[in-house]
């Protein structure tokens, strides 16, 4: 489908989790909408792939990592002069009954999903103090409002990313910072590995009936960073073709 972009001639984009599926979609768009683009990811060789398809910058980091964080942050300000929107992305999955699952299969996905997302805002905020301007998106997930067995710890992390969203909408607003989340239903790598009879079943749960490109991801994302929604904060937008009625 064709891309529907703002303009974002002049504005810095950090992206998470950017080297695949949801995230390479979201730089995508932003890139062809003019802006700077800086795509993050823990695997190295697969953002500097994308990056270097795309035309913009990749960067490794692991976003459980403060140090880390801090410095993609900084960086990206002291190329560009700004961080303008921050596109909390990053997650990963460790499933499991709850009576199974591991401290650090627990951990590990507390700390990328939920972590991540705070890790790269707290350190965004100060250049959106100074700029009085910014956007910040995170993405949850229907899980998180809703549940879903053998995700015990992804739903805490997606549900924990909700609360987020609304307490800084809150704390950041007077900052000109605005700050949304998006909950997605795309067709991803997590979709392409599901068995056809259970893809039958869930896509037939979908009012739309199938599963969104992840431009269209994209798209809902891109317009929760521009100008049009500048007076739109603390919302968790499904983009899920209905899933969520």
Request: no cysteine; hydrophobic share 45%.
């Amino acid at each position: 489908m064709a891309n529907l972009t703002f303009d974002f001639t002049g504005r810095t984009v950090l992206v998470t989790g950017a080297a695949r599926g949801v995230g390479r979609a979201i730089g995508r768009h932003f890139h062809a909408a003019g802006a700077a683009v800086y795509l993050v990811d823990v695997e190295a060789d697969a953002v500097a792939d994308t990056a270097r398809e795309l035309g913009v910058v990749g960067v490794a980091a692991d976003v459980t990592d403060t140090a880390q964080v801090d410095a993609v942050v900084a960086r990206v300000v002291a190329e560009t002069g700004r961080i303008d929107v921050l596109v909390n992305n990053a997650g990963i999955l460790r499933d499991g009954v709850v009576w199974k699952l591991s401290d650090g299969d627990y951990e590990a996905v507390m700390a990328v999903h939920a972590g991540g997302t705070f890790r790269f805002t707290r350190a965004a905020v100060p250049h959106f103090r100074r700029q009085g301007s910014g956007r910040v998106i995170n993405v949850t997930s229907y899980t998180g409002l809703r549940g879903n067995p053998g995700q015990s710890n992804y739903a805490m992390a997606k549900a924990g990313i909700i609360g987020f969203t609304k307490t800084t909408a809150k704390e950041l607003a007077r900052f000109g910072t605005t700050v949304n989340a998006i909950s997605p239903n795309a067709r991803t790598r997590m979709i392409a590995s599901v068995p056809p009879g259970r893809l039958a079943e869930l896509t037939g749960a979908i009012p739309m009936g199938r599963f969104a490109d992840t431009s269209e991801m994209a798209a809902a994302v891109a317009f929760l960073a521009s100008d049009e929604a500048s007076y739109i904060t603390g919302v968790v937008l499904p983009v899920d073709g209905g899933l969520s009625l």
